[in-house]
């Protein structure tokens, strides 16, 4: 193994002298391979066994090399930013000319406020292994988790020893029980866990012992199932049945209570994610006359700055989002001009007014805003932009759109997910003047 790439995994040159990626591996580790032929003209490197030639005391974890989750706990902390840092703000400055300052985190284990785990017959409660879809690595417990949700992962286990024929077998489609998904504030005591069931089952005779045994067994405030299609391979999504407590979880950011839908994205590292909330607030004006909030989820910038503008306007794909968004903003600010609207934003921008006096903030998912977005940006776009990206490559062919209309002010780089390869980025630019 000759050295590592920016996803953490190995470099290695083969026996035909194609370069080929390993993960769990490190420079200087030993690879015994063979070659494959899986089809006419066409070989395949399989390892048959690894020789690590270094210590592995930094891994926590006792399922890493297996589990398709962390990929860098065997790497340094100080290795890991510059491995997956570097590539990004490279990039940046050759394609656009930014420079980006990055910053590292403080806390790498115990980070996770939300983590999806496959169920499969056995009973087996873990994550996919990495590279094979088919195969779940059973899990205890999680060093990326809370000891909250390590818990509730060893109390599900157990109610599902007890009846395991629930789970979903994909093979012979017996069961429904797909996924567990357990959610668990880091500034409250709020938490809820989440069952993922195949459409129908709810009506399964052996439905009812679960609920008993589930309501007896397991001490988590909130419990709720949800049903989707048996094909369907999306965990917390679905028609909800509240078992327990409520189908929402309560998370405090900045002094901000936020409900947050079972099935609704938030940051699943919140505390990690502080750098670019103070970022944004250090650089937001102090009175302005209107927020544009695009991606909005739950309000969660509408919410946190808000108070420094006239008018804020939302804009969400998930109406369940948009409804908590409406009415946590009426009650934090009933005095205050606002709108949160449905709308499918890589459709259409029909809905997007131009503002005057206007600052946009957009969190977009991995993918990226889309065209259509970075361009409304570019032709109609605000005063102030803060774009901030669970993706920063999407990011960069987003922002090569706009720019052209924009000053590129400053930016961060941040890391609230150690041992994996995905970062967080903000950048704010300043409309050109004409």
């Avoid at 899990?139 to 599900?156: E, H, M, P």
């Avoid at 609207?341 to 131009?354: C, G, H, R, V």
Wanted: glycine content about 6%.
């Amino acid at each position: 193994m000759e050295s590592l790439d920016s996803d953490f995994s190995g470099i290695v040159t083969a026996p035909n002298g194609k370069k080929v990626n390993v993960f769990f591996a490190y420079p200087g580790d030993e690879l015994h391979v063979e070659y494959v032929k899986r089809r006419p003209r066409q070989r395949s490197l399989r390892i048959q066994e690894t020789i690590r030639n270094h210590d592995w005391k930094l891994v926590r974890c006792n399922v890493f090399g297996e589990c398709g989750g962390c990929t860098g706990q065997h790497i340094d902390y100080a290795k890991q930013l510059e491995l997956k840092f570097s590539p990004i703000l490279q990039s940046f400055q050759k394609d656009l000319g930014i420079s980006i300052t990055p910053l590292p985190t403080a806390k790498i284990y115990e980070y996770r406020s939300r983590m999806d785990f496959s169920v499969f017959p056995g009973p087996i409660i873990g994550q996919r292994q990495r590279g094979n879809f088919r195969k779940v690595v059973p899990i205890s417990s999680c060093s990326i988790q809370s000891n909250w949700a390590n818990d509730a992962l060893k109390d599900v286990q157990s109610v599902l020893e007890q009846i395991p024929e629930v789970i979903w077998d994909r093979k012979n489609e017996d069961g429904g029980l797909k996924y567990l998904t357990i959610r668990k504030a880091q500034n409250t005591d709020d938490g809820i866990l989440i069952f993922t069931f195949t459409d129908g089952y709810e009506s399964h005779p052996s439905m009812e012992k679960f609920r008993n045994l589930c309501l007896l067994s397991l001490k988590q405030e909130s419990l709720l199932f949800c049903y989707n299609r048996p094909k369907s391979e999306v965990s917390a999504f679905g028609r909800p049945e509240i078992l327990r407590g409520k189908s929402t979880f309560t998370e405090n950011v900045l002094g901000e209570t936020f409900q947050i839908p079972f099935d609704s994205f938030f940051q699943p590292n919140p505390a990690g994610f502080l750098p670019i909330l103070s970022f944004i607030k250090e650089r937001i004006p102090k009175s302005g006359k209107n927020l544009i909030d695009l991606f909005c989820g739950n309000g969660f910038f509408s919410l946190l700055y808000g108070d420094s503008f006239e008018n804020v306007d939302g804009y969400e794909l998930t109406e369940s989002s948009i409804s908590i968004a409406s009415s946590t903003f009426q009650n934090r600010y009933p005095n205050k001009s606002h709108s949160f609207q449905i709308a499918n934003l890589f459709m259409s921008t029909e809905l997007l007014k131009q503002k005057e006096e206007a600052t946009l903030i957009l969190d977009p998912p991995r993918a990226g805003a889309g065209k259509l977005v970075t361009q409304w940006i570019r032709d109609f776009g605000p005063e102030y932009v803060f774009y901030v990206s669970c993706n920063p490559y999407s990011q960069k062919e987003d922002v090569s759109t706009f720019l052209p209309n924009y000053d590129f002010v400053d930016g961060i780089l941040i890391d609230p997910y150690p041992h994996t390869p995905h970062t967080e980025s903000v950048l704010f630019f300043q409309r050109k003047r004409t």
